[in-house]
């Protein structure tokens, strides 16, 4: 493992930076290739942000949000690449970037050391804040741009600072980029208060197939929902989350069917079970309160070895507890 002095020397070392992160990017991950954009950008590097997916709709007003690029034609004219809570190169979709000299900074318990300088924290509740000890450590001052991007990354990676990985350490970073220049209502109105209609009318349809059992629940949305709906895949993001906000439900699925009929999963907890082991094992990662995986179909398939898993894990964590 590598130390913020280490990535801070390998910047210096190079002029021109690719900044990306994960396919189906998050607030985290767009906030983060935001600021880490910035950040370089102050330290009178070239950088620009490319997210194999696009932004998603609500974060596209944030600072820097309409440069970024989806697809890079020619990776001879970088020295190197950023590549944020990603775990290999090929899940970021931008072609090109394993051949460029690599930090991969990260904040999963999952983390896979595949870059040349890999800088990971776990104890972190986003990489955002990876991206802003970067920035101290280089001597950058944090604008108000660059507070907005990181700032909303954490806002979002936290759900609202709601998840078990909210510290003391998670409201003392929120205060100092709303010392910077973050406004935090504004934040909140954006990513809350302006989803597209195609979102509510995808959530319509995924409410309609909850399940609850015990204190597990589990919805799912086909290739037709998606379709009927208008929607996109940015739009499946934080719908788990609906699943999970009932009273006594400690962990929730949610099941995201693709063209190919297999399903993309989302799992999330209240903190007593460890979804990242579950996606784990699925092939999966994230933390142990949010994580995600792919599983074959057809549906009754996937889901029924997707809540044996649950259903063992909430057993395990019953049986620690009493």
């Not at 910035?38 to 007003?61: C, E, H, N, S, T």
């Not at 970024?68 to 990776?75: F, I, K, N, Q, Y």
């Not at 001597?139 to 907005?148: D, L």
């Amino acid at each position: 493992m590598n130390t913020l002095t280490d990535v801070v020397k390998a910047v210096q070392s190079r002029q021109r930076w690719v900044v990306t992160s994960h396919a189906r990017p998050d607030g985290d991950a767009v906030g983060s290739v935001l600021g880490c954009v910035q950040v370089l950008r102050a330290m009178g590097k070239q950088a620009d942000g490319y997210l194999g997916d696009g932004v998603p709709f609500i974060y596209r007003g944030l600072p820097g949000a309409s440069a970024v690029r989806t697809s890079l034609a020619d990776p001879s004219l970088y020295d190197a690449v950023f590549i944020i809570e990603c775990d290999s190169f090929a899940r970021a979709k931008v072609p090109g970037i394993s051949s460029l000299f690599s930090i991969n900074i990260d904040h999963h318990m999952s983390f896979k050391e595949f870059a040349d300088v890999n800088y990971v924290v776990p104890t972190s509740a986003a990489a955002s804040e990876l991206v802003y000890n970067v920035a101290v450590a280089a001597g950058v001052t944090i604008t108000p741009e660059i507070a907005t991007v990181l700032y909303t990354a954490v806002l979002t990676d936290t759900g609202s600072f709601c998840y078990s990985g909210t510290t003391a350490q998670t409201f003392a970073f929120a205060k100092a980029m709303v010392q910077a220049g973050a406004d935090p209502v504004a934040i909140a109105q954006q990513v809350y208060f302006s989803n597209p209609a195609s979102k509510m009318h995808l959530l319509g349809r995924a409410l309609a197939t909850l399940r609850i059992e015990g204190a597990i629940s589990w919805m799912h949305v086909s290739e037709a929902d998606m379709l009927a709906s208008g929607a996109t895949e940015q739009d499946c993001e934080g719908l788990v989350n609906w699943a999970l906000g009932i009273h006594g439900v400690e962990a929730t699925a949610f099941f995201r069917e693709s063209a190919d009929a297999s399903y993309r999963v989302s799992l999330r907890s209240k903190g007593r079970v460890d979804v990242a082991r579950i996606a784990e094992t699925f092939g999966g990662g994230g933390h142990r309160c949010a994580s995600g995986h792919g599983v074959e179909g057809p549906y009754e398939v996937a889901t029924a070895r997707v809540l044996s898993a649950l259903r063992a894990a909430l057993e395990v964590a019953i049986a620690a507890r009493s």
